[in-house]
């Protein structure tokens, strides 16, 4: 194994997105950075399942003209400024598109920063690919200046796939005119940073909630029953082995008109289940029965469901909008603030070497801004 063994100077790599206003709309950009094991094909998604030509970055200073998804000339670039190298390692894991996307990496040798100017405004994903090829111990730390999601951290061993937390880092952006976004990337806890490439993806709002909260990924505690879910966004694993519990939701978040409704899907098949709402978040998530729950401060069951198939809808038929349940429940939601939610549900059948009181789970949580 090759270790990258960072001078005294290597801290943090600044990645600053300079977003220009231009007529249009939010554009799709996909960047690998460093050509040592070539270059994605477009019909590769990676973790955003986002298809399109791939830009090839130097890892190093300069500036480099971006292509959109279709491979057409725009006017967005992207500036490296500082010291920074490239870096390769072959994992034996990933292979193809995989390799070429993560397998060669920039390496910051002090603080560094990359300017992406020239995007139209308007809500953006913005996934930043940060996993060491090398050496499952070292641990990227990712914040985006401006973004609603908390400071996440990116390591582990290959998951033979694009895992949150492990793979890359996903941050909800809002570019306005002449806006400025901030991304700091370095090393958590003495580690040593990666950067693999890059997505941004315009964020068309058809769900109103964030994904957050994946048990064992990140700064988030691991299942607490030896019962990691299958995949990313859902809740640990339950009884029935469907991987977890995973929550949706559809609609407008608007209190001038709420037609939000959450969805499950992955529950045990007619579980009892609590739609659960609370006005603040635990970044590290706590012990909760068989699962992980984020949802914290002033918590409220605003529906009570059967599941049918492992599966709820709430609200349905006469039951209340959520802002009008929540409202009655003695939390009325403010335009331009946040909550957040998640369903739990029995699970009589106890996993691993749990206490045997902890017959229930959730689902992952998600967070909902809600505007006028």
Not at 45 to 56: E, F, P, Y
Not at 184 to 212: E, F
């Amino acid at each position: 194994m090759v270790t990258q063994i960072p001078p005294a100077s290597s801290v943090r790599c600044a990645l600053v997105l300079l977003a220009l206003a231009l007529p249009g709309l939010a554009q799709g950009i996909n960047i690998d950075f460093n050509n040592a094991y070539g270059v994605p094909a477009s019909t590769f998604g990676a973790g955003a399942g986002q298809t399109g030509v791939w830009n090839l970055v130097p890892p190093t200073v300069g500036t480099t003209p971006l292509v959109d998804l279709n491979g057409a000339s725009t006017s967005i670039t992207i500036s490296g400024t500082g010291t920074m190298t490239a870096y390769s390692y072959n994992n034996t894991g990933t292979s193809g598109d995989d390799q070429a996307l993560m397998d060669d990496i920039s390496w910051p040798q002090s603080t560094c920063t990359w300017t992406i100017s020239g995007l139209a405004a308007g809500n953006y994903r913005m996934y930043t690919y940060a996993w060491a090829p090398d050496s499952a111990t070292f641990v990227t730390q990712v914040s985006v200046t401006g973004s609603i999601d908390p400071v996440q951290n990116v390591g582990g061993a290959w998951p033979n796939g694009y895992t949150l937390g492990i793979t890359h880092a996903l941050h909800h952006v809002t570019v306005t005119t002449g806006g400025t976004i901030q991304m700091i990337i370095g090393p958590a806890s003495g580690s040593v940073a990666s950067l693999n490439g890059i997505q941004i993806v315009p964020d068309t709002g058809s769900s109103p909630g964030i994904d957050m909260c994946q048990p064992g990924t990140g700064s988030v505690i691991a299942c607490p029953c030896a019962n990691p879910p299958s995949g990313s966004p859902r809740g640990c694993d339950n009884s029935s082995t469907t991987g977890g519990a995973q929550l949706t939701s559809t609609g407008a978040a608007s209190l001038a008109g709420d037609t939000v409704v959450f969805v499950t899907n992955g529950e045990k098949p007619t579980a009892t289940s609590i739609v659960l709402q609370g006005n603040s978040t635990l970044a590290n998530g706590a012990v909760f029965g068989q699962g992980v729950r984020c949802v914290s401060g002033l918590l409220k069951r605003l529906y009570v469901k059967a599941a049918s198939g492992g599966s709820i809808t709430a609200p349905q038929g006469g039951d209340p909008s959520v802002s009008a349940q929540s409202a009655a429940l003695g939390d009325p939601i403010s335009a331009g603030t946040s909550r957040w939610y998640g369903v739990y549900y029995r699970d009589p059948i106890v996993l691993g070497a749990c206490p045997a009181t902890s017959t229930f789970n959730i689902t992952q949580t998600q967070q909902i801004n809600w505007v006028p």
